[in-house]
Nanobody, 119 residues
Protein backbone atom coordinates (compact mmCIF):
# COMPACT_ATOMS: atom_id res chain seq x y z
CA UNK A 1 0.00 0.00 0.00
CA UNK A 2 1.11 3.53 -0.79
CA UNK A 3 0.12 6.36 1.50
CA UNK A 4 -0.18 9.80 -0.09
CA UNK A 5 -0.25 12.98 1.98
CA UNK A 6 -1.31 16.13 0.17
CA UNK A 7 -0.72 19.65 1.43
CA UNK A 8 -0.73 23.25 0.29
CA UNK A 9 -4.33 23.86 -0.65
CA UNK A 10 -6.48 26.71 0.55
CA UNK A 11 -8.24 29.90 -0.43
CA UNK A 12 -6.60 32.40 -2.75
CA UNK A 13 -7.76 35.37 -4.79
CA UNK A 14 -7.85 35.22 -8.56
CA UNK A 15 -4.40 35.87 -9.97
CA UNK A 16 -2.72 34.39 -6.93
CA UNK A 17 -0.56 31.33 -6.51
CA UNK A 18 -0.53 28.10 -4.54
CA UNK A 19 1.86 25.19 -4.37
CA UNK A 20 0.54 21.71 -3.75
CA UNK A 21 2.71 18.90 -2.45
CA UNK A 22 2.08 15.16 -2.31
CA UNK A 23 4.43 12.88 -0.42
CA UNK A 24 4.33 9.13 -0.96
CA UNK A 25 5.31 6.62 1.68
CA UNK A 26 4.85 2.93 2.37
CA UNK A 27 5.22 0.51 -0.55
CA UNK A 28 6.90 2.98 -2.88
CA UNK A 29 8.80 0.40 -4.92
CA UNK A 30 8.19 0.77 -8.63
CA UNK A 31 6.74 4.29 -8.63
CA UNK A 32 6.72 5.71 -12.12
CA UNK A 33 4.17 8.36 -13.04
CA UNK A 34 2.88 10.85 -10.48
CA UNK A 35 0.21 13.38 -11.15
CA UNK A 36 -2.54 15.71 -10.13
CA UNK A 37 -6.20 15.52 -10.99
CA UNK A 38 -9.10 17.72 -9.93
CA UNK A 39 -12.81 17.51 -9.48
CA UNK A 40 -15.09 20.51 -9.34
CA UNK A 41 -18.62 20.28 -7.91
CA UNK A 42 -20.93 18.56 -10.36
CA UNK A 43 -18.12 17.67 -12.74
CA UNK A 44 -16.06 14.61 -13.47
CA UNK A 45 -12.53 14.23 -12.22
CA UNK A 46 -10.07 15.51 -14.82
CA UNK A 47 -6.36 15.37 -15.42
CA UNK A 48 -4.38 18.45 -14.46
CA UNK A 49 -0.78 17.34 -14.97
CA UNK A 50 1.41 14.27 -14.83
CA UNK A 51 5.13 13.62 -14.68
CA UNK A 52 7.08 10.44 -15.25
CA UNK A 53 10.04 9.32 -13.21
CA UNK A 54 12.27 10.58 -16.00
CA UNK A 55 10.66 14.02 -15.94
CA UNK A 56 8.37 13.91 -18.96
CA UNK A 57 5.36 16.12 -18.27
CA UNK A 58 1.83 16.36 -19.60
CA UNK A 59 -0.66 19.15 -18.91
CA UNK A 60 -4.31 19.81 -19.48
CA UNK A 61 -4.77 22.59 -22.02
CA UNK A 62 -6.61 24.68 -19.43
CA UNK A 63 -3.54 24.94 -17.19
CA UNK A 64 -0.69 25.10 -19.71
CA UNK A 65 1.50 28.10 -19.08
CA UNK A 66 0.09 28.63 -15.58
CA UNK A 67 0.79 25.39 -13.70
CA UNK A 68 4.08 23.55 -13.36
CA UNK A 69 4.45 19.98 -12.13
CA UNK A 70 7.71 18.74 -10.70
CA UNK A 71 8.94 15.90 -8.52
CA UNK A 72 11.72 14.95 -6.15
CA UNK A 73 12.40 11.26 -6.67
CA UNK A 74 14.59 11.05 -3.58
CA UNK A 75 11.68 12.27 -1.46
CA UNK A 76 8.96 10.50 -3.47
CA UNK A 77 7.17 13.82 -3.63
CA UNK A 78 5.34 15.54 -6.44
CA UNK A 79 4.58 19.25 -6.55
CA UNK A 80 2.14 21.43 -8.44
CA UNK A 81 2.98 25.12 -8.68
CA UNK A 82 -0.19 26.97 -9.63
CA UNK A 83 0.13 30.56 -10.80
CA UNK A 84 -2.38 33.02 -12.24
CA UNK A 85 -5.18 31.09 -10.60
CA UNK A 86 -8.71 31.55 -11.89
CA UNK A 87 -12.07 30.93 -10.20
CA UNK A 88 -12.57 27.99 -12.58
CA UNK A 89 -9.54 26.31 -11.00
CA UNK A 90 -11.62 25.85 -7.86
CA UNK A 91 -11.83 22.11 -7.17
CA UNK A 92 -10.66 19.29 -4.97
CA UNK A 93 -7.20 18.33 -6.18
CA UNK A 94 -6.10 14.71 -5.98
CA UNK A 95 -2.63 13.26 -6.17
CA UNK A 96 -2.19 9.99 -8.03
CA UNK A 97 0.78 7.66 -8.11
CA UNK A 98 1.30 4.76 -10.51
CA UNK A 99 3.52 1.83 -9.71
CA UNK A 100 4.71 -0.71 -12.25
CA UNK A 101 4.78 -4.10 -10.54
CA UNK A 102 5.37 -7.20 -12.68
CA UNK A 103 3.96 -5.51 -15.80
CA UNK A 104 0.87 -4.38 -13.87
CA UNK A 105 0.09 -0.73 -13.25
CA UNK A 106 -1.18 -0.11 -9.73
CA UNK A 107 -2.79 3.24 -8.97
CA UNK A 108 -2.97 4.96 -5.60
CA UNK A 109 -4.93 8.12 -4.87
CA UNK A 110 -4.64 10.73 -2.19
CA UNK A 111 -7.58 11.93 -0.10
CA UNK A 112 -7.85 15.20 -1.99
CA UNK A 113 -7.22 18.79 -0.99
CA UNK A 114 -9.47 21.77 -1.55
CA UNK A 115 -8.34 24.70 -3.68
CA UNK A 116 -10.70 27.67 -3.78
CA UNK A 117 -10.07 30.70 -5.98
CA UNK A 118 -12.20 33.74 -5.27
CA UNK A 119 -13.02 36.32 -7.90
Amino acid sequence: QVQLVESGGGLVQAGGSLRLSCAASGSIFGINAMGWYRQAPGKQRELVATITRGGTTNYADSVKGRFTISRDNAKNTVYLQMNSLKPEDTAVYYCKVERNILKTVIESWGQGIQVTVSS
